[in-house]
């Protein structure tokens, strides 16, 4: 008879756990964008251990996956200081954009790379090739007036003329997705201007490309102030298609004749903010049959829809977050992960179904290295919050199968609000959050109002609402946990990075249920926020917030640094000494504010990091000071 191992009573959060600080930044990379070159797949590898350096990986059905990018490059474009869409392939040759110069270079196979762009001010994303004219298509953002906004504008650069660089369109702040239609004859793109950000609203536009290249009748299609156009693509019969969230929800239509329709209506989004260039939900595997993935809730699917009929059939898999959407003829490719598994480039054969794990982010795999027991499934949750409204969370209970608490006690609880703000949390496998619940401290995933993947009108509850709405949020799962005896109410933490920082801190701030904090670089200063951050962001918080203008009284109202009076509990700062998008000085103001006040506050600052930490060490560290601080705020022993 199979008998139960007796577990050892040990308060919550000293459990000894499998999952260290060493083994997450041992074996974890992050996968990004996918590329198909005739029987060739790409992707990139953002890799902590060698610095957070972004490598091309090709995988060849002869020769497995081999490096592209040599150990002195770095696939990393700057352009809205997100980047994205860093590189492109044809017949083998690859061009990509270089960190560290941002110039854009082209690696034949066997050469080195050979840089086509001779400007260090400038910077490229979102490569595409033309064929047709041997050019190179892509976004241009331009730094060389330094004491003004850079200026964005798609460009072709001519690989047969000395790569001469000249601007196809100009004229608005913001430009993104070039497509070729099949025959070569038209160029579409997405457009945006200040003050909305690409989720808001865009414009889709259709150029006819005349013989030397340039661009000749421009259409507007689609798209406008209040309407968000997502990934524009051209099916193989030259019909285009796009994702609009016209009904309130992101779904796909197609342009046919001068008329557009939907091609299927679901209250479902199929789109994704624009953070990043060359993100990819839908492609075409015949001219009449797409393959794309939507998000309900939170959970990602993958479905095939017949262009014709309209007509969506699901195809099963065990992946509930799916991304970078490719296909090729018979397969699709993509970055899929469970809560049980990490993110994986995977490739799934359009017959019969079958999938193929071709790379993992992980190297640690759940029942081999870890036992699954160990493992806490996330469970999907709505609660009420404001206004009559509900809101959405993750909650991973404590789980480790070697221990257990006294009866009588409950869990600490840590609150994870997201970055973004307009972005998302998923439950995908994720070992940092493990690295938590398997030490007994719960966790509370939140996608507050303001979240993707839940409709425009879900998206927009953040409108001149920022500071409250997501902070209202946080605090109304925390209050349903406790009601519901899940969690200890007496120590409850929340942490974020970046605007989840921000929410950090303003929950931190302006109410009193959380007992500690830590603020990943993390905004502190509203109208320091505006007048120092980059161009995509600066007018970002005219919605968010209000626009902005000397002596807007809502800016210091939101503002934690201008009432720190209000903050009596400890916080841990982390923040990268590089970061252009949050700069120190906003977590250096909260810092001294707090040592003035007398609180307990540590700070730590990382030399060569910018917005998010890439480099394993520091994320080690990082990881360790976080628990090494609540240990002495909830007053827990740590063990190993």
Request: aromatic share 12%.
């Amino acid at each position: 008879m199979h008998m139960n191992p007796i577990k050892k009573l040990t308060p919550y959060g000293s459990w000894r756990s499998p999952v260290t600080s060493d083994m997450i930044v041992s074996g974890t990379i992050r996968l990004e964008q996918i590329v198909i070159d005739g029987p060739d797949i790409y992707w990139i590898e953002n890799r902590p251990k060698e610095g957070g350096r972004y490598v091309i990986v090709r995988h060849s059905p002869d020769t497995q996956s081999t490096d592209i990018t040599p150990p002195l490059f770095n696939a990393r474009t700057r352009v809205h200081e997100y980047g994205g869409g860093s590189f492109t392939v044809a017949k083998g040759i690859t061009y990509f954009s270089n960190f560290d110069d941002q110039r854009l270079y082209r690696q034949i196979p066997g050469s080195d790379p050979h840089p086509l762009t001779p400007e260090p001010d400038h910077r490229f994303a979102d490569i595409i090739i033309d064929n047709t004219r041997n050019n190179l298509i892509c976004v241009r953002e331009d730094h060389t007036h330094t004491k003004q906004e850079p200026t964005n504008t798609l460009v072709s650069i001519d690989l047969d003329l000395d790569n001469e660089c000249r601007v196809l369109v100009s004229g608005h702040d913001f430009y993104s997705s070039p497509r070729l239609s099949p025959n070569g004859s038209h160029l579409a793109w997405l457009t945006w201007n200040h003050p909305n950000m690409p989720w808001d609203g865009t414009q889709l536009w259709i150029g006819e490309i005349e013989k030397d290249g340039s661009i000749g009748r421009i259409d507007k299609i689609a798209g406008g102030i209040d309407e968000s156009i997502f990934q524009p693509e051209w099916s193989p019969d030259g019909t285009l298609y796009f994702v609009s969230d016209k009904s309130g929800w992101w779904n796909l239509y197609c342009r046919n004749n001068e008329n557009i329709k939907p091609v299927c209506q679901m209250e479902a989004e199929f789109g994704l903010p624009q953070w990043v260039f060359g993100q990819s939900t839908y492609s075409f595997a015949s001219k009449n049959r797409i393959i794309c993935t939507y998000t309900k809730k939170g959970t990602w699917y993958l479905a095939s829809i017949d262009t014709v009929s309209g007509k969506l059939d699901m195809i099963n898999t065990p992946y509930t977050s799916i991304g970078y959407l490719k296909s090729a003829p018979g397969y699709i490719i993509f970055i899929g992960g469970s809560p049980t598994g990490a993110p994986s480039v995977v490739r799934l054969d359009l017959d019969t179904h079958k999938m193929h794990e071709m790379r993992c982010s992980s190297e640690i795999v759940v029942g081999v290295d870890i036992d699954i027991n160990y493992l806490s499934k996330p469970k999907p949750i709505e609660y009420p919050t404001e206004h009559g409204l509900t809101a959405n969370a993750f909650f991973y209970p404590p789980r480790n199968p070697e221990f257990a608490a006294a009866p009588d006690e409950k869990p600490p609880l840590l609150v994870i609000s997201h970055g973004g703000p307009t972005a998302s949390t998923s439950d995908t496998f994720n070992l940092m959050i493990q690295y938590w619940t398997t030490r007994g401290i719960a966790v509370l995933d939140v996608n507050y109002g303001g979240s993707t993947g839940y409709g425009r009108q879900y998206r927009q509850r953040l409108d001149g609402q920022w500071g409250i709405v997501d902070v209202d949020d946080c605090v109304n799962g925390v209050r349903f946990l406790i009601k519901q005896g899940k969690v200890d109410s007496k120590r409850l933490a929340i942490k974020g990075g970046s605007a989840g920082g921000y929410t950090t801190l303003c929950a931190l701030t302006f109410r009193n249920i959380f007992k500690a904090g830590a603020s990943y670089y993390g905004v502190s200063d509203l109208e320091a926020m505006v007048k120092d951050t980059h161009k995509f962001e600066s007018r970002y918080l005219d919605r968010l917030i209000g626009p902005f203008y000397e002596g807007n009284k809502l800016y210091s109202e939101r503002s934690p640094i201008d009432h720190i009076e209000r903050l009596s509990c400890p916080v841990i700062f982390f923040q990268g000494l590089e970061d252009k998008i949050v700069p120190p000085n906003q977590t250096e103001m909260m810092v001294d504010g707090m040592r003035v006040k007398g609180l307990p506050v540590e700070y730590i600052l990382f030399e060569g990091e910018q917005h998010g930490f890439r480099r394993a060490q520091n994320i080690k560290r990082a990881l360790d000071c976080e628990l090494d601080f609540y240990s002495k705020v909830f007053g827990f022993t740590l063990t190993g």
